[in-house]
């Protein structure tokens, strides 16, 4: 059974900076990848960051490219989000998960989901 936990949310000012994290069990670290959804209240949720576990090819949306870092420990079976220069329109719960097909991780179809964290920017 595929397990994703995430952790590292918070409140923080803008301009300010996180790192999240996603542990992920029950799944095979040697193809696939993950990705890093989040869900701003009223708006859908959105991919913002996928990187593939083979290969370690990067993708991220545009309004978070240049700000935000994705990376993997394959040691501990556990990819980052690194944030900066945070927004106020980054406020979200923010998601991981992980698929096979990159190209069914990225228009979020997947069963493999974690619970989420709560990234508040906020003054």
């Known amino acids: 059974q595929v397990q994703l936990v995430e952790s590292g949310g918070g409140l923080v000012q803008p301009g300010g900076s996180l790192t999240l994290s996603c542990a992920v069990s029950?799944?095979?670290?040697?193809?696939?990848?993950i990705g890093w959804f989040r869900q701003a209240p009223g708006k859908e949720r959105e991919g913002i960051s996928f990187?593939?576990?083979?290969?370690?090819?990067?993708v991220y949306t545009d309004s978070v490219r240049g700000r935000f870092t994705i990376s993997r420990d394959n040691t501990k079976n556990t990819v980052h989000l690194q944030m900066n220069s945070l927004l106020p329109d980054d406020t979200g719960r923010y998601y991981c998960?992980?698929?096979?097909?990159?190209?069914?991780?990225?228009?979020?179809?997947?069963?493999?989901w974690g619970q989420g964290t709560q990234v508040t920017v906020s003054e």
């Open positions: 998960a992980a698929e096979r097909s990159f190209a069914r991780l990225i228009i979020g179809r997947t069963d493999n």
């Open positions: 029950g799944f095979s670290w040697d193809y696939g990848a």
């Open positions: 990187i593939t576990l083979h290969d370690g090819k990067i």
